[in-house]
């Protein structure tokens, strides 16, 4: 029989290892609710006040800015520190001809979103890292070179916004072929082409740690006569 007083291992100690799953246990919860609530503050909407406030003093924006950022014009240019690509909001442009209220840019965005969502884009498109890999990704399409002044698109729909030209073309989409997939056309109104529009610069804002991956390469091929994937 072995001694009682014999001096065990403690990784043989049945109390050492249900201390230690208590400890990683209640150490993983309160992570895990850490990790919630700063998700939830990334993953908010900010105000209008939020983001004149950043353009005015030339900082970042909240990563989901507020509906009124399609009153604004929105770039992509690599961040150094980063490492990668983010949006950067300047100086205010009219978008359909007018600056848009919070409560109009809302539900314009509003009205959008469920278009996007009723037409069903996702069977072909990419939205934010969702969807299909039919048709191109949409993540940033707002700021696709082919649809800003001088390119192909504002030319082919005869044009002379990117929004105009965006909201043309989703009205009739078999007008203006532009790919071997073509787009059919969805019975998109005038006014849902402009919501949807605006969903798009809106996701254009958005900083999605530099995705879709290589989009500023696609970019720079493009104005130097390259392929454009997007």
């Given amino acids: 029989m072995a001694n009682e007083n014999e001096n065990l291992s403690v990784w043989t100690s049945i109390s050492f290892w249900r201390r230690s799953a208590a400890w990683v246990t209640g150490f993983a919860v309160i992570l895990l609710i850490w990790l919630t609530f ?12 939020d983001l004149q406030k950043a353009v005015a ?21 690599m961040s150094k520190t980063r490492g990668h690509e983010v949006p950067v909001i300047g100086a205010k442009e009219p978008f359909f001809g007018k600056e848009w209220s919070p409560k109009e840019a809302a539900a314009l965005l509003h009205l959008g979103k469920l278009t996007v969502q009723a037409k069903n884009c996702m069977n072909c498109h990419t939205l934010l890292g969702n969807g299909a890999y039919y048709a191109p990704d ?53 006014q849902e082409a402009k919501g ?17 991956r290589n989009f500023s390469k696609t970019v720079e091929q493009f104005k130097t006569g390259g392929t454009n994937a997007h």
């Avoid at 700063?38 to 006040?49: F, L, N």
């Avoid at 924006?61 to 014009?73: D, E, F, G, K, L």
């Avoid at 949807?196 to 900083?207: G, P, R, W």
């Fill in 38 to 49: 700063d998700t939830m503050g990334q993953i908010s909407m900010g105000t209008d006040a």
């Fill in 57 to 77: 003093e030339g900082k970042e924006i909240n990563r989901v800015p507020a509906p009124t950022v399609i009153n604004y014009h929105i770039d992509y240019k």
């Fill in 138 to 190: 949409l993540t940033k399409a707002w700021l696709d070179p082919a649809w800003q002044k001088g390119g192909p698109m504002q030319a082919m729909t005869n044009t002379g916004t990117t929004e105009e030209a965006m909201a043309k073309f989703l009205q009739n989409p078999s007008q203006y072929p532009t790919h071997a997939r073509m787009m059919p056309n969805l019975g998109i109104t005038a």
């Fill in 196 to 212: 949807v529009v605006a969903f798009l610069k809106h996701m254009s804002s958005i900083d999605t740690n530099g995705f879709p």
